[in-house]
């Protein structure tokens, strides 16, 4: 049993967080695994979602190191 009861959509934040779970699902589809826990406090879990997005799609490591 989780200590934290995991967030699994917009009916589990405030309205005022809607966006940021938004933002979870236009990445992952859905929210599962880090982002359901980080979700209970939105003004760390959306710079760190913004960071993980950028990571994913519009970073690059060259060839050669």
Known sequence: MPRVAPITGKQDVPAEHHAVV?????????????????????GVADPLEQLSEYVRFRSAIPKRI
């Open 22 to 42: 938004d933002h979870v699902l236009s990445v992952f589809g859905n929210v599962r695994g880090p982002s359901s826990v980080m979700l209970h406090s939105p």
